[in-house]
């Protein structure tokens, strides 16, 4: 099994930046791809970055791309998010997940989540 805990929400004014944290542990050759997905008060739980352990590359959705920059500490076992320009349509609760497939972004692909942090972003 794989155990992910995200840690680092909270609240924010508009324009401020957040980051977010997220341990893994277990079987953690299981988890090919990284990734952080958000749902808010009243949307569908969206992906919107992705990385694998073994690449440099990432890739986002565009409704977070120039603003949010995902990255992993191999040693530590962690990825992390970074959120700058924070606007309150951001306010969600973020999941990071992890997959044994390379690239993908589709939910299903992800077996394994956390259980999301609150991030609230104030006008």
């Known amino acids: 099994q794989v155990q992910l805990e995200e840690s680092g929400g909270g609240q924010v004014q508009t324009g401020g930046s957040l980051s977010l944290s997220c341990a893994v542990s277990?079987?953690?050759?299981?988890?090919?791809?990284m990734a952080w997905f958000r749902q808010g008060p009243r949307t569908e739980r969206e992906f919107i970055a992705g990385a694998s352990w073994s690449s440099p590359l990432t890739y986002y959705s565009d409704s977070v791309k120039g603003r949010f920059t995902i990255s992993r500490d191999n040693s530590k076992n962690t990825a992390y998010l970074q959120m700058n320009s924070l606007q309150p349509e951001d306010t969600a609760v973020y999941f990071c997940?992890?997959?044994?497939?390379?690239?993908?972004?589709?939910?299903?692909?992800?077996?394994?989540w956390g259980v999301g942090t609150q991030v609230s972003v104030s006008s």
């Open positions: 997940a992890a997959s044994p497939i390379r690239w993908t972004r589709d939910e299903v692909d992800f077996h394994f």
């Open positions: 277990g079987r953690t050759f299981s988890t090919t791809t």
